[in-house]
């Protein structure tokens, strides 16, 4: 069983940066595609960015396009998203998604993700 873990969420002022972590017990090939997912109080689960196992594809939402950097090191199996100039807008729990096959699914979808971190909350206050 895939085993997801987030680190490094925190409280920061608007404008500050945090990166958070993700680390997978997996095999490389049963995380291929990884994700970041965020959900605000109040509102869905909402993809962030995404990233393949050769990084060659990313794909960030257009609200934090310029601001964050998702990565990732196959080595260790761990799964990064850089956040700078953060908004009180970012504020929200912060979920590491993976799965080994989007089998045809939409990347920027919770559908097609099988495996789930339990959340690192993030807050940015004004």
């Known amino acids: 069983q895939v085993q997801l873990v987030e680190s490094g969420g925190g409280s920061v002022q608007a404008g500050g940066s945090l990166r958070v972590s993700c680390a997978a017990s997996?095999?490389?090939?049963?995380?291929?595609?990884m994700a970041w997912f965020r959900k605000a109080p109040g509102k869905e689960r909402e993809v962030v960015a995404t990233?393949?196992?050769?990084?060659?594809?990313?794909f960030y939402t257009d609200s934090v396009k310029g601001r964050f950097t998702i990565s990732r090191t196959n080595a260790k199996n761990t799964l990064y998203l850089q956040m700078n100039n953060l908004k009180p807008e970012d504020t929200a729990v912060y979920y590491c998604?993976?799965?080994?096959?989007?089998?045809?699914?939409?990347?920027?979808?919770?559908?097609?993700?099988?495996?789930w971190g339990l959340g690192t909350q993030v807050t940015v206050s004004s």
């Open positions: 998604a993976a799965t080994p096959s989007l089998r045809g699914k939409l990347k920027n979808t919770t559908e097609a993700y099988d495996y």
């Open positions: 990233i393949s196992r050769d990084a060659g594809s990313e």
């Open positions: 997996a095999w490389t090939s049963q995380v291929h595609f």
